[in-house]
Nanobody, 122 residues
Framework: QVQLVESGGGSVQAGGSLRLSCAAS????????MGWFRQAPGLEREFVAA???????YYADSVKGRFTISRDNPKNMVYLQMNSLTPEDTAVYYC????????????????WGQGTQVTVSS
C-alpha cells in the first residue's frame, strides 16, 4: 500500500506561484501513476494533473500551460508547480496514487493524501 502526505499549500495573491509536494511511502513507488486533484467547497473533486509511471503527463484544460506535474522516484516525491494562480485555483489539493492509471475520475484512484489548502486572493 501507499501512504501520501501533501505539503506546500498556502495563501498567495493572483499571479503568484506555489509548489506543492507529495511524499509517498512504498517500495514500489516508481510503478505507480500519480495525480493531483483539487476540491473547492461544495464541488466535486476535480482532476488537475497526472503522471504515469512511464512519464506521460495529463492536465486539465483549466491548468494547462500554468501547472507542471513532476516526480522524483528515488526520493518518492511528486510535485505540482503552480504558476499564474487565479482565485479560481482556490481549493484543497490532494495527491493521489494508483498502481494503474485509469483516468481522470477521482473515484478510480486508490490512494489519497489528506490534502493541503491553496488560497489565491484577488
Amino acid at each position: 500500500q501507499v501512504q501520501l502526505v501533501e505539503s506546500g499549500g498556502g495563501s498567495v495573491q493572483a499571479g503568484g506561484s506555489l509548489r506543492l509536494s507529495c511524499a509517498a511511502s512504498g517500495r514500489t513507488f516508481s510503478d505507480y501513476a500519480m495525480g493531483w486533484f483539487r476540491q473547492a467547497p461544495g464541488l466535486e473533486r476535480e482532476f488537475v494533473a497526472a503522471i504515469r509511471s512511464g512519464g506521460t503527463t495529463y492536465y486539465a484544460d483549466s491548468v494547462k500551460g500554468r501547472f507542471t506535474i513532476s516526480r522524483d522516484n528515488p526520493k518518492n516525491m511528486v510535485y505540482l508547480q503552480m504558476n499564474s494562480l487565479t482565485p479560481e485555483d482556490t481549493a484543497v489539493y490532494y495527491c493521489a496514487a494508483d498502481r494503474v492509471y485509469y483516468g481522470r475520475n477521482y473515484y478510480q484512484w486508490d490512494y489519497w493524501g489528506q490534502g493541503t489548502q491553496v488560497t489565491v486572493s484577488s
